[in-house]
């Protein structure tokens, strides 16, 4: 069974910065694309950052946050990282980790492409 465990979320200031972790078992983590996405109330969900299975490859930005949020992967330790500064009030939303659907997949940012999901942690910006 595969399992997939988001953790970070919190209240931020604007401006403020804060790092998420996701942490997977149940799949050889290092030959998956993994990603991130999030879903702020009455929108739909959508990719912020995506990341290739080696951590040293292609990685795919959501034009709203490209320069602000940085994601990476620790393979030895089967945990995904996104790194936000600069954090904004449209970015309040839940925050979702995602495994690809199959290993070796090519990077992407749509969720079709990603059948393994987290329950969300919330980041709220807010002053």
């Known amino acids: 069974q595969v399992l997939v465990v988001e953790s970070g979320g919190d209240l931020v200031q604007p401006g403020g910065s804060l790092t998420l972790s996701c942490t997977v078992s149940?799949?050889?983590?290092?030959?998956?694309?993994m990603a991130w996405f999030r879903q702020a109330p009455g929108k739909e969900r959508e990719g912020v950052a995506c990341i290739d299975s080696t951590g040293s490859g292609e990685i795919l930005y959501h034009y709203l946050v490209r320069g602000r949020f940085t994601i990476s992967r620790d393979n030895a330790k089967k945990t995904l990282y996104l790194q936000m500064n600069s954090l904004k009030s449209e970015d309040t939303a839940t925050y979702y980790c995602?495994?690809?659907?199959?290993?070796?997949?090519?990077?992407?940012?749509?969720?079709?492409?990603?059948?393994?999901w987290g329950q969300g942690t919330q980041v709220t910006v807010s002053s």
């Open positions: 995602a495994a690809a659907k199959e290993s070796f997949y090519v990077p992407s940012l749509l969720a079709k492409d990603f059948g393994y």
């Open positions: 149940g799949l050889a983590f290092g030959d998956y694309m």
